[in-house]
């Protein structure tokens, strides 16, 4: 016979599934300028001003960069943009870069690497003239991608 209790235990397992199941992705900033603060906005909206921001689900086209006298999106800034999402099929996984495209132009040494998946996969750029970074649209080498679930991201300013 099946009890209420056995229903219950089924219900809460299920409950602890789902919650184990649940896709998130943190971006930590690590300043090292001693000016400016570290800025993440997604959509116009600012999600984090220096803390750690976590995202319960993909976190789809961001923005990230040390606001030093920047435009409202990082113009006139050094910007690293990303897409953080646990991957449905070969290579639709995460991606992350570093732009220069005008209206963005350098303004500190900026790089980023993934952790808690693809760790030492990333980007540095330590100048203006840096290969890592787009200049223009069609620059699609310097993303970096990752095929990881739940991956996490930290983003360095003056390293």
Do not use: R, W
Request: hydrophobic share 35%; glycine share 10%.
């Amino acid at each position: 016979m099946f009890s209420f209790l056995k229903l219950a235990a089924l219900v809460a397992a299920a409950f602890v599934v789902e919650a184990q199941a649940q896709e998130t992705h943190t971006v930590t900033f690590t300043n090292l300028c001693g000016e400016g603060v570290p800025t993440l906005k997604a959509n116009g909206v600012t999600l984090s001003s220096g803390s750690p921001y976590t995202s319960h689900g993909p976190l789809i086209a961001a923005i990230a960069y040390l606001d030093v006298g920047c435009g409202a999106n990082g113009e006139g800034c050094t910007t690293v943009e990303t897409t953080l999402v646990n991957p449905t099929s070969p290579g639709s996984g995460s991606s992350t870069d570093i732009t220069l495209i005008p209206p963005h132009s350098f303004s500190v040494s900026t790089g980023f690497g993934y952790y808690n998946g693809c760790d030492g996969a990333g980007a540095d750029c330590t100048d203006p003239t840096c290969p890592t970074a787009f200049f223009k649209s069609t620059d699609t080498g310097v993303q970096v991608a990752c095929q990881t679930d739940n991956v996490d991201l930290v983003i360095t300013f003056c390293d």
